[in-house]
């Protein structure tokens, strides 16, 4: 930033002396003494009566609540009044000019207080705000909290941090020969010309400078020219004012020596108007060297020495003495400075060069002119690189939390009432504009991220006030500026306009248009469903702040309610919806709701705290007052709109979740006021107490302001403000960002309110206000009927619930079951209603709406659901309504099954008996989640049988037989049987439920009828199971056996077959057993290729079942076996395992039979042979077809197997030869394999 290693630029103001008085010697002026080692003083001192006076009147500052209790200050003298007031508003020229003598007191004076005072301004310029939550007790975001819990890591952030470095190289006596240059003490407006009849002569004064006046000129002739030379550096960025110069030595470090930095400051007006520091370093804020510099001439201003300016001194000085002084400051500075001399020294040689063209020259230590702009400094280009520096780096290495710090300083810079926060956020805004993913994201059609999105919103003033715990938000702050100068704001408007006709400038709503397919446009709804929504300009992110430009604070009414507490008409009676005073007399603001509270977020924004607090008094007394008059409006239409069922949007643009956070801001001032620590009202504090605290949170009920109840506070009317503004009905917005916001800012809201704890007072309040919800119609988000598009209240009711619970359970479950529907799944919800009149009149087309956030809304819901069936354990009553509302509202299974999974577990707590009511809920929930997933697909479908079964069990032995008997309501075939009756009839079931022998058996029964008609309706599945279910009762398990053979021939596959059959023999079945083999290899098939099918072993296990039961069973399934496998290496492994052993050498039962191996001459295996010959011909031939040459070796291996089967024919050798020659023939072409052929086989 300005703290380069460079010098300051040369100000512009122009400095040429007059003479000298008759009695003056060299160095010294009329009126003063010479300042060669002249001090700042620090002030007069005190008397005893002025001590004693200060005392009274510190006494009666505390007990106005102007000055905290403890703390005393010393009157001022009128002196001190005057010279702090001149330094604050007058540029030093103008003080030269008004008056002909300024006496050297005054000046010194002056001078004193022109330097900046506050070390929250300091700190403002050389720290971020590092999150401090009380920005009244750390301003300028110094620090941040360093109460336990903040950890090392956190103090040792805050002390890198360039102000407490600054503090700490202060403490430890870095700073050195600390030099201030001021303006003339002798004033020169007030010097006298050379008299030739004085005493003693002065040395004549030094011939003049080419181009000046000589040394005889008149004063004011001399003020004229002290000024004159401006044109001559226009061109320059030169920054007047007093100097203060000084070195700061940086200790040295474990890898770095001890260093010297050079620190030079320019103010004017209580503003550093410009840094340098030979430090180089680069940042938007001040270094640690400027502010110890800063910070030692605030704390010890009587421990710095006070010099003339260089044109007074160079004025002592004779021409031997000029030209030794310029020469020896080219020597010392010849690489920097020489360039500059040359071009200077040609300049004033020639006569007509514009140098010579005016009078004087420029000093830029001699204070500032009337022109100079009076800002402190900020370095414009630095804000810039970092800005684009943190936008390149796309979100990553917490660049958004950077920006968002820079937000939260232009903030800070607009409560200290400081321009260079409008100046950095159009710095800021110009790269925003800038940034190349805006086009991308607009040429892709798609929406920024959720975090740049936020910081744009920030950025156009729309950000959340709740969110940022910041006072402003930004343009839309800033164009409200209520001192504004018209010119100013026409600037701001013309950039404004400017930036919002850029095409890639982004849109309120977060999308660049319909990127996001809408439904609504698939659906027949009318020829003029969507015109509203897309013929309609979009709104950009500066549109509002647009808009604001229009605004003024002229009104007088308006002007009566911000700048007095005591503006009130007990005369006036007009009782009309817009009347400027209630029925108390006390003053109200009837304006757009939104616009109304972005001007107490600009008044709090600027530096007006009481200002705004007074304004959000009037705006909630209008709206309490509106939402009477509006319950009485409902009251008397409810009839005919009850009997009609339908209801309204009284408000499309709701509060909360609005873009100008209109909620927000009034809860946000009123909380303020009511802080038990708070400082923000009066001026007292010191800071460097301050830095390092964090103070806490804590709310109290503070004596009630003139416009409010009796009992009433600024607590009570916060609460109730946010209660009015979360119950209110509005329409759910378009857009994905605009719905996320509208859920975003009503759980922060919410958890802002649960900070808060509830007294009797506040318990009165809600109260009030639930009662109000109930019964207000369409204007409550919980009235009787309302709009299917309405924001849904679950959260809300949420926080009713719980807070009301306690004092009044009714009021607390009526609410929370009023606000269980969401209307937007209903399949006949209410429409709107055209032919009310206009103050509840729907201008919503009745369209189906994309809710983008439709499953963080039902997550709500549930979650209240929940919490109802948690507070309500042991109420019969209360339950059965809660399940009642769930069964009704609620259209999630995923979600009832949690509900039902939360009050299981709340119902069978370990340290409690089980709660039978609860557990019933429960269960009933559970099934009704069975009923909604039956019949589509579910994935968490298994967990949800197998809790349903864990719950019947926990309810009783009747629950199960009852679920068993319905079972078809509930559960699929396969679910029955492999889950429901399988654990039914588990051992841990019956030692859970105690069960005695009848009610074993009756269990037993249910769960076979249950298998028996899951398998004659599902047999593929189920055959199985329900196989496994009968296995104890012989009725019911032949019955299982004729359904698997009834079903065998067309609806089982081989593989259920097989393991039907598996299941028969080991249950001792093997003829049953066989049957089902012979069965389902009537369905396989397998071909050439396919030597590691599944059901391979399958096909081994059926041969050697067939064999081992005798030679008939081998025979009738070898040729199925011949049907249904092609593949030549199982079909040769099935003929060696069947020429091992005779068949039924291994009998029933064990018993061994006696017999011969069977020929492989004879049938059945000499039709097992053939086969299997020739099915290793047709895989040769196949593979021969597409063969490669990393394949030889493995079909080499393959040849040999096929020869083992050859050799086993009688006549064997003779066909593998033939074959071979035959493959030599017709294979010939393949060299390289015939080769290897002849090789291995001759």
Known sequence: MAERGQLPPPAKRLCCRPGYGSGCRPGQRVGGTGLGSGVLCAGPSSAAAAAAAAAAAAAAAAALGLLPLGKTQSPESLLDIAARKVAEKWPFQQVEERFERIPEPVQRRIVYWSFPRSEREICMYSSFNTGAEDSAAAPGGAVASTAPGGGADTAAAENRLPFRRGIALLDGGCVDNVLQVAPTLGNPGHRHTPSHNSEKMPPPPPPPLPGTAGGNESAEGGRREKRAGCAAVQNKEIKEGFHLSGTVTEPAMQSEPETVCNVAISFDRCKITSVTCSCGNKDIFYCAHVVALSLYRIRKPDQVKLHLPISETLFQMNRDQLQKFVQYLI??????????????????????????????????????????????????????????????????????????????????????????????????????????????????????????????????????????????????????????????????????????????????????????????????????????????????????????????????????????????????????????????????????????????????????????????????????????????????????????????????????GHPLDPIGTLFSSLMEACRVDDESFHEFSDFTENVGQCKSLEYQHLPAHKFLEEGESYLTLAVEVALIGLGQQRIMPDGLYAQEKVCRNEEQLISKLQEIELDDTLVKIFRKQAVFLLEAGPYSGLGEVIHRESVPMHTFAKYLFTSLLPHDAELAYKTALRAMRLLVLESTAPSGDVSRPHHIASVVPNRYPRWFTLSHIESQQCELASTMLTAAKGDVRRLETVLESIQKNIHSSSHIFKLAQDAFKIATLMDSLPDITLLKVSLELGLQVMRMTLSTLNWRRREMVRWLVTCATEVGVYALDSIMQNWFTLFTPTEATSIVATTVMSNSTIVRLHLDCHQQEKLAGSARTLALQCAMKDPQNCALSALTLCEKDHIAFETAYQIVLDAATTGMSYSQLFTIARYMEHRGYPMRAYKLATLAMTHLNLSYNQDTHPAINDVLWACALSHSLGKNELAAIIPLVVKSVKCATVLSDILRRCTLTTPGMVGLHGRRNSGKLMSLDKAPLRQLLDATIGAYINTTHSRLTHISPRHYSEFIEFLSKARETFLMAHDGHIQFTQFIDNLKQIYKGKKKLMMLVRERFG
């Open 331 to 656: 020597t010392v500075h010849h690489t920097e400075v020489l360039p500059t001399a040359q071009k200077l020294a040609d300049e004033i040689l020639s006569q007509n060069s514009e140098i010579n063209q005016v009078h004087g020259a420029p000093d830029p230590t001699a204070g500032a002119s009337i022109d100079d702009e009076n800002c402190w400094h900020l370095d414009e280009e630095q804000v810039q690189e970092q800005v684009k520096l943190f936008l390149s780096q796309g979100g990553y290495h917490g660049s958004g939390k950077q920006l968002n710090l820079l937000f939260a300083k232009v903030r800070e810079m607009l409560k200290m009432r400081d321009s260079n926060g409008a100046r950095m956020l159009t710095l800021i805004t110009e790269q925003f504009m800038a940034d190349p993913r805006l086009s991308l994201w607009r040429q892709q059609g798609t929406a920024m991220t959720d975090k740049y999105r936020q910081l744009w919103d920030e950025l156009g003033g729309i950000g959340d006030i709740i969110k940022t715990s910041q006072t402003g938000a930004l343009w839309m702050c800033i164009v409200l500026n209520p001192h504004c100068k018209l010119e100013q704001k026409a600037s701001w408007l013309k950039q404004l306009k400017k930036w919002n006709s850029v095409d890639v400038c982004p849109w309120e709503d977060g999308n660049h248009g319909n990127e996001l397919p809408n439904l609504t446009n698939a659906l027949p709804q009318g020829a003029n469903a969507n015109q509203d929504s897309s013929n309609r300009p979009h709104r950009t992110v500066f549109t509002r702040a647009i808009e604001a430009c229009d605004l003024h604070w002229q009104d007088s009414h308006l002007q009566h309610i911000i700048s007095s507490d005591l503006y009130t008409n007990y005369c006036y009676h007009d009782d009309t919806e817009n009347s400027l005073f209630d029925s108390h007399g006390w003053p109200l603001w009837h304006e757009h709701v939104p616009t109304a509270c972005a001007r107490v977020d600009a008044l709090r924004s600027h530096g007006y705290p009481r200002e705004a607090l007074r304004l959000a008094i009037a705006i909630v007394n209008t709206l309490r007052r509106q939402q009477q008059k509006q319950l009485e409006m409902f009251q008397a239409q409810k009839k005919e709109l009850l009997h009609k069922g339908l209801t309204s949007i009284t408000n499309l643009e709701g509060w909360v």
